[in-house]
Nanobody, 123 residues
Framework: VQLQAFGRGLVQAWGFLRLSCTASGRTSSSYVMGWFRQAPGKEREFVGAVRNFGETKYSDSVKGRFTISRENAKNTVYLQMNSLKPEDTAVYSC??????????????????WGQGTQVTVSS
């Protein structure tokens, strides 16, 4: 399984940006696709994730501002980020959990990772 992320950028505070992540290879019929981010000097943290049937979970820091959606036919997941804040600046990575049983916030549950993409929000 390979994950490829698209979308990166420099935006001003309160702006918006959309990231996407496409999975290829032998994915299962149901899986969880998650987004994590890591800011300089900080631990990687869970942003949000979506299961095959559309169930989503978000971290409290992005709830209400970020939306994850999924296009199963394309094995693609989107992260729509609105009302961006400078503290959202980080390298964002998508990750895939093949089991898909639950949405986990634990990065170690995700077996496959895409390359990180930089998101910078200026004040």
């Amino acid at each position: 399984v390979q994950l490829q992320a698209f979308g990166r950028g420099l935006v001003q505070a309160w702006g918006f940006l959309r990231l996407s992540c496409t999975a290829s290879g032998r994915t299962s019929s149901s899986y969880v696709m998650g987004w994590f981010r890591q800011a300089p000097g900080k631990e990687r943290e869970f942003v949000g994730a979506v299961r095959n049937f559309g169930e989503t979970k978000y971290s409290d820091s992005v709830k209400g501002r970020f939306t994850i959606s999924r296009e199963n036919a394309k094995n693609t997941v989107y992260l729509q980020m609105n009302s961006l804040k400078p503290e959202d600046t980080a390298v964002y990575s998508c990750a895939l959990d093949l089991s898909g049983r639950i949405i986990s916030t634990d990065q170690y549950r995700y077996e496959y990772w895409g390359q990180g993409t930089q998101v910078t929000v200026s004040s």
